[in-house]
């Protein structure tokens, strides 16, 4: 079956203590990107990646690295988390062709910094 | 820069009802748009996805159309039934320069179907 996975998909942690969120997809997709959600600011996009090795910055880059070092993984590190990472995270892929690449999502990941 | 609107933000209607979600964005210089599903606390779940040469895309009780010249969508949900309560949203992909492109998401239509 297609699917996205993420892990863990609820965390609670506590401010600066470093962690890492994980995407894996078994479609064989270039594209994959992470997001966060809001209540108010709907989804906005943290990071992405076109493929191995290439990684961009999206809307909201700050606090939050990634990694593409296989084309199915792209963890999300939070190196020293804060209250205001409290959030909705998801994990997408797609195939990087513009015309035809529908955006798969992963279930979610509920992080709370306290 | 794109900017994609969706109104109303939240709708209620009785069941059985024909209802209508609207989308707009600001750059008609899109690949494709995509509507989604969100239930509470859950994973977007893929509806439609309508290509930038195509006008209208039908799956079951949905219909997405897309007029990209007035910036506009439409997903059309007929015979709307309890289960459809969720939010819908919807995302354009669009050319940000060089190979690469970006996913701009609307804020989302959140739907109440009442029996």
């Known amino acids: 079956e297609a699917q996205v996975t993420q892990n863990p998909r609820y965390l609670i942690t506590v401010t600066g203590k470093k962690l890492t969120v994980t995407c894996s997809q078994n479609m064989n997709h270039e594209y994959m990107s992470w997001y966060r959600q809001d209540p108010g600011l709907g989804l906005r996009q943290i990071y992405y990646s076109m493929n191995v090795e290439v990684t961009d910055k999206g809307d909201v880059p700050e606090g939050y690295k990634v990694s593409r070092k296989e084309k199915r993984n792209f963890p999300l590190i939070l190196e020293s988390p804060s209250p205001n990472q409290t959030s909705l995270y998801f994990c997408?892929?797609?195939?990087?062709?513009?015309?035809?690449?529908?955006?798969?999502f992963g279930e979610g990941s509920r992080l709370t910094v306290l | 820069k794109q900017e994609v609107t969706q109104i109303p933000a939240a709708l209620s209607v009785p069941e059985g009802e024909n209802l209508v979600l609207n989308c707009s964005f600001t750059d008609s210089a899109i690949y494709n748009l995509q509507w989604f599903r969100q239930d509470p606390g859950k994973g977007l779940t893929s509806l439609l996805l309508?290509?930038?040469?195509?006008r209208e895309q039908t799956s079951g009780r949905l219909n997405a159309s897309l007029d990209k010249s007035s910036g506009r969508s439409t997903l059309y949900i007929a015979a709307s039934q309890p289960g459809d309560s969720a939010t819908y949203l919807c995302?354009?992909?669009?050319?940000?320069?060089?190979?690469?492109?970006?996913?701009?998401f609307g804020k989302g239509t959140l739907l109440t179907v009442n029996p």
């Open positions: 997408a892929s797609s195939s990087l062709t513009p015309n035809t690449g529908e955006l798969f």
């Open positions: 995302a354009v992909k669009s050319d940000s320069g060089g190979s690469n492109y970006k996913l701009t």
């Open positions: 309508i290509q930038s040469s195509q």
